[in-house]
């Protein structure tokens, strides 16, 4: 566990240190405070809701942008390999990535607090759906990053990786969205794999334990292939 | 623990179609400097990534420090400090935030962490640049660094891999020097494909060559294997002819056979005299010259260099 900490501490450090938080930060933010307010007094209703629409999104989009460079840069410098060879397991490892990567968007998460906190001043806010709103966001936020770390795991090149993990993340987020055109069999299937379908309805205050259950299993799906990838360089 | 640190048995690694280590066996005792040489791709880092457990043999296992690479990797990690080719640190780390990560991982904290910090630092010089990024830091320095993450830990194995290239003539010394300062108390297995890097640091010399190991012996007894003495005078003709001078060395009763060459100028010849077995001629070819009416204006003794052998074992059929 102390090695899991420390990586992911070191991790956490080394976003700071470059560029790409900052930009990811603020790339967030601004489309999320462009979209949220655009239409927030169209509505007229004190409620969080529009910003957990579009910060599920948003996120789709921009989480795939910090956990490219995870393992895929450390394995185009090299790095990887000093890592490894530490008394460390690929699992501790991987982890510790997992890790690293989730306090920075758990700081990501914190600095939007400031729109329900804002909206609860204008209205009458009801915390129910914005609480389970987050928790829906670190649920499907972790699928997000177990598939960004996954896929960075694949190559030594961080773009392959970035382009890797979009795929991945609109493809689940995309499920829900043409199924009108679908017999109803394969769009109720699509609709349970749908990122969104789940994340929505926790975004609504609904917590249902089959949402939990199914994002946990995306991510801990995704970290397993990711321990393959980075153990399978012992036997190739 | 026994007085073997590392002991590999039969190591073999293909890639593929391709073989990169076959049947490599050897062990290196306690405090022992040993240089593993070879042409670049002869399978070095391969035996040294298998050592660190960073990938594992096809066939044929080792041990390191007592522990089994297949069954403890872990305790084989613990027991090494590592420093893979070309010194990947994280660039963006500062030096001390570098070293204190390095030496949580191998499980130190605290009072113990900062005593081992100071002990390294000092050690490897780093005093000064301690609160500087990596990534700022001259190709030396960054060696240094690797060095001091590789010993934080006391580890009683420490495996290297090309530690001194890239460095300019000064930094390749200082790191040498550094080698040798811990290699008093260490084990150390180091790769190199320059011949006077080993000459200079280790005790002993594996040389591989595509695959195999060709080699293993002190640096001395690989020299005296492989090489006779060969005398090498320069004198001044006198107007005697080439075939004549020859003639005259044939004639020292130990020599075994000489060969002449033009020096410089027209009056001046360069004969070779390599001796039956490892006689010393000098006297004798001082003697010859002087009785045949040549001026000697040079005698030299010249022995087979580790870089002959090297060129001998690792080229041609692939070794012995």
Known sequence: MKHILTIGGRQFRSYFNGPVAYIVICIVMLTLGFFFWKTFFLFGRASAREMFRWLGLILVFALPALTMGLLAEEKRTGTIELLITMPVTEAQVILGK????????????????????????????????????????????????????????????????????????????????????????????????????HFQSMARGVVDLRDVLFFLSVTIVALAAAFRALESRRWS | MSDVMIEARDLTKHYGSVTALKNATFEVNRGEVVGFLGPNGAGKTTTMKILTCFIAPS???????????????????????????????????????????????????????????????????????????????????????????????????LILDEPMSGLDPNQASEIRELIREIGRERTIILSTHNLAEVQVTCGRVLIISQGQLVADDTPEELAARAGKPRFIATVRRNGHSPAD????????????????????????????????????????????????????????????????????????????
């Open chain 2, 245 to 320: 001078i020859r003639e005259a060395f044939s004639k020292i009763g130990d020599a075994q056979s000489v060969k002449d060459r033009d020096g410089n100028g027209p009056n001046e010849l360069i004969v070779e005299v390599v001796p039956k077995g490892t006689q010393d001629l000098r006297a004798d070819i001082f003697q010859t010259a002087v009785a045949a009416d040549l001026v000697l204006l040079g005698l030299e003794q010249r022995g087979e260099n580790l870089e002959d052998i090297f060129r001998l074992l690792t080229t041609g059929t692939g070794g012995a």
């Open chain 2, 59 to 157: 066939e044929g296992t080792a041990r390191v420090g007592g522990a089994d690479i297949f069954e403890d990797p872990i305790a084989v990690r613990q027991a090494i400090g590592y420093l893979p080719e070309s010194t990947p640190l994280y660039t963006e780390m500062l030096v001390l935030e570098y070293l204190e990560f390095a030496g949580k991982m191998r499980g130190l904290n605290g009072d113990g962490l900062r005593a081992r910090l100071r002990k390294v630092v000092e050690e490897t010089s780093l005093g000064d640049v301690i609160g500087k990024s990596i990534g700022e830091l001259s190709k030396g320095f960054r060696q240094r660094v690797g060095l001091a993450q590789a010993l934080i830990h006391e580890p009683p194995v």
């Open chain 1, 98 to 197: 997992f890790l690293g990567v989730f306090g920075l968007y758990a700081v990501l998460l914190a600095l939007t607090l400031p729109y329900p906190m804002s909206v609860a001043t204008l209205g009458d806010l009801d915390w129910g759906p914005v609480w389970g709103g987050y928790l829906g966001l670190v649920l499907q936020g972790s699928a997000l990053l177990a598939i960004g770390l996954m896929a960075s795991s694949w190559t030594n090149n961080q773009l392959i990786a970035l382009f890797v993990a979009l795929t991945l993340s609109v493809f689940f987020w995309v499920l829900d969205k043409f199924l009108a055109l679908l017999p109803t069999n394969a769009a109720s299937a699509l609709e349970w794999l749908s990122f969104d379908y």
